[in-house]
């Protein structure tokens, strides 16, 4: 636990002797201060995926094999790691105060790859500046807040990804639809209808194939859940782990163990095995009495993912904006100005009853 990760230390400008951010949408860091730029080395081996069931059996899941500094935030519970020596630093998720002596060194398991900011922070905000300025009855304040580059963080978020063999056994019915004519009496005496049945047979069989890359957040906290709407990165873009990727952003450390994830991938997993098996049985409609689901040669990979977020107070509510740091899809949700509605709607009365007026 005394070994500090390579990527706990500041990345020194070989020129000036300024700190290092990584420049988002390349394989270089880049000095803010003069300009100088450093190329990432690209690792020649491909990210390791480790075997799951020796890995468990062997280290157990709270395992960790380096250690990490970490401000925990004491009202949401985000674990959070920073690569700059900031002076102060607030939560990226509710912006509550960070106190740096607070500090303290925990173990994880070192991600094996990750995908890299493809958007810096200009173009983030604004993708959150357009946003705001197209929503009506905002706040004056968001409209600022969304001017402030301050208030937009880059944070690499933990995952889970599962591989595996899928086989699956199985028992139920195909389901094909046939249609009856049946008679019925109306105001406009007996009429014909036709009539959807089913027809039910006796269905078994086997189905198998690999499972890649089932996707888990390794992050629960009692914040409110990241919107699916700007939760999916192209995996094609994976790159090895490089501790030079997190500087200028924050890294989210995972909170849902190994173990956890694994079974969590497991039910996806079963969902996947469901689909096939409905698609082998064929017909209009299936039912499934019964599958033995088995999962072998099991793999795993810590991963980091990156997004953007920001967030927002009004009129005592915490108001969150999302931007996917490879995409740029946005999502979040949205406070409105009371002000700005009642003043519309007195606008809209006076308009009314001005046009009655002129009616008479």
């Not at 060194?105 to 810096?120: M, N, R, S, T």
């Not at 088995?294 to 993912?305: A, M, T």
């Amino acid at each position: 636990m005394d070994d500090i990760q390579q990527s706990e230390y500041k990345k020194a400008c070989a020129n000036c002797g300024a700190e290092l951010k990584f420049k988002p949408g390349s394989h270089q860091l880049i000095c803010e201060y003069c300009g100088y730029e450093e190329f990432i080395e690209q690792s020649k081996t491909s990210f390791e995926e480790l075997e799951l069931e020796h890995y468990l059996k062997i280290v157990g899941e709270n395992a960790y094999t380096e250690t990490i500094e970490l401000l925990h935030c004491k009202n949401c519970g985000a674990n959070q790691h920073v690569e700059e020596n900031y002076k102060s630093l607030n939560c990226v998720y509710c912006s509550e105060p960070l106190i740096r002596e607070d500090i303290e060194k925990e173990g994880w398991i070192l991600p094996g790859a990750l995908v890299p900011f493809q958007l810096d922070a200009r173009k983030a905000q604004a993708i959150f500046k357009n946003w705001v300025d197209k929503i009506w009855f905002a706040p004056d304040n968001l409209k600022k807040a969304a001017l402030d580059p301050e208030g937009l963080h880059g944070l690499y978020l933990p995952y889970w990804t599962f591989d595996a063999n899928l086989f699956a056994s199985y028992q139920g019915q195909r389901g094909d639809y046939y249609y009856e004519n049946q008679t019925y009496n109306s105001n406009k005496g007996k009429r014909t209808r036709q009539v959807r049945k089913t027809r039910w047979t006796y269905a078994s069989g086997k189905v198998e194939g690999f499972v890649d890359d089932i996707l888990i957040s390794a992050s629960e906290k009692k914040r409110k859940e990241i919107p699916s709407k700007v939760t999916f990165w192209n995996l094609k873009d994976l790159v090895v782990f490089n501790s030079k990727y997190l500087s200028g952003f924050v890294t989210e450390k995972y909170t849902v163990s190994l173990k956890e994830g694994h079974h969590k991938s497991f039910q996806e997993a079963k969902n996947i095995a469901y689909n096939w098996i409905r698609r082998d049985i064929g017909g209009d409609t299936q039912r499934i009495a019964n599958a033995d689901i088995k999962l072998s040669n099991e793999k795993f990979k810590h991963i980091l993912l990156p997004i953007y977020l920001s967030s927002y107070r009004y009129d005592g509510k915490e108001f969150n904006f999302y931007i996917n740091g490879q995409t740029g899809v946005l999502s979040g949700n949205r406070p409105y100005s009371f002000w700005k509605i009642f003043f519309l709607v007195i606008f809209i009365l006076v308009i009314i009853a001005i046009i009655a007026i002129f009616a008479k």
